[in-house]
């Protein structure tokens, strides 16, 4: 297996057919996935009324203001809710089981991702932190691990 150089000198491993569904980056989403690329979590914050926001969109859904910015966040959380997938969904999803969750930001907002851990260790409320797999590398995914 060979290495890549990412744009910002760190090694990255070099994946030339992930297999799995990738994100389709929109114009709102973007910024998002061009932090996760950077392994950093930003979120979009209002400034009317200083709530975070997930997932990426246009507006506030608390106060339907657009004045949106990107954050950054912590990356810590705790595990909101989770289930274990012990079927393959589709041929690509070949590694089982794997757990599927909704974690809680400390900054308010959930996410829905994925626990790296097994499953036994899987526990809601256990306190997480974020970690970031180069699927390939043009993009990188943001899951999460105990902390």
Request: glycine share 4%.
């Amino acid at each position: 297996m060979s290495e890549s150089r990412r744009s910002d000198d760190r090694p990255a491993a070099f994946i030339s057919e992930y297999g799995k569904p990738l994100p389709h980056p929109s114009p709102i989403s973007r910024p998002f996935w061009e932090a996760a690329r950077r392994h950093e979590l930003t979120l979009q914050r209002c400034a009317a009324c200083g709530k975070f926001i997930y997932y990426p969109r246009p507006r506030c859904p608390h106060c339907f203001s657009d004045r949106l910015e990107w954050k950054p966040v912590s990356g810590r959380g705790t595990v909101y809710s989770y289930t274990v997938a012990r079927y393959s969904p589709t041929p690509a999803f070949k590694e089982l089981p794997f757990v599927l969750a909704i974690v809680e930001l400390e900054e308010g907002p959930r996410m829905t991702t994925n626990i790296v851990a097994p499953p036994e260790q899987v526990r809601i409320g256990m306190p997480v932190t974020v970690a970031f797999e180069d699927a390939t590398p043009e993009c990188t995914l943001v899951k999460f691990k105990p902390a």
